[in-house]
């Protein structure tokens, strides 16, 4: 059954200094809402929402994880599974920029993708509507180039440019979904393919 009719479901992971304002991003996406109110996620948080790409039914599954180290273990479960990565940072603190590279590479580490130099991250710069701003989009940008992301820069209170990495993920992480299904699918085609000749051998 194709992923048009029966839908597939896409694990996309956020991840990032706490404080950033994942939740609130993650928040402002599916339920259209935003709070002024700080609650630092204890664990992970979780929410789903299906969107059509393409011609096809995709729900995306969005896991927000605990941006404090005590919290760091559940990443290995939580990690693996996962079709696409968004890192997010706050586009006022240098130090939440700076702490992405260890929080990509933790991910590679935990989640052992099967391509990791393939494997597709997007950047999110939230906090835009504040004036304050420590990283500039032209420094974001050119880190990402160095890994191979895509950049957003956002803001979840003000609503602006919530949707467009959204859609990203699901794109790239459809995209993820299908390459390794169809290897896992020609894997097992191989290991199992019959023999083309058969000979009558048996002596009983």
């Known amino acids: 059954m194709s992923e048009r009719k029966a839908g597939v479901s896409v694990k996309v992971v956020l991840i990032g200094n ?3 304002g994942k939740s609130s991003f993650m928040n402002r996406y599916v339920n259209h809402r935003f709070t002024n109110m700080y609650r630092p996620t204890i664990g992970t948080d979780f929410l789903s929402k299906t969107v059509n790409i393409d011609g096809a039914t995709v729900t995306l599954q969005l896991w927000d994880t605990a941006g404090t180290e005590r919290f760091q ?3 290995t479960p939580l990690y693996r599974g996962a079709h696409c990565c968004m890192l997010v940072f706050d586009v006022t603190s240098k130090a939440s920029f700076s702490a992405l590279e260890l929080w990509r590479k933790e991910f590679l580490f935990q989640a052992e993708p099967q391509d990791p130099a ?3 991250f997007i ?3 939230n906090k835009s509507d504040l004036g304050d701003q420590e990283v500039s989009c032209r420094t974001a940008k050119q880190w990402c180039e160095e890994i191979g992301g895509d950049y957003f820069e ?3 209170k003000e609503d602006v440019g919530v949707e467009k990495p959204f859609w990203r993920a699901a794109q790239s992480g459809l995209q993820q979904y299908k390459k390794h299904t169809l290897e896992n699918t020609g894997h097992f085609q191989i ?3 019959q023999p083309t000749e058969t000979r009558n051998t048996c002596e009983c």
Request: net charge neutral.
């Open 118 to 120: 393939d494997f597709p």
């Open 18 to 20: 706490s404080g950033v």
């Open 73 to 75: 273990s559940l990443g």
């Open 191 to 193: 290991t199992c393919k």
């Open 154 to 156: 956002v803001s979840a």
């Open 123 to 125: 950047v999110i710069g």
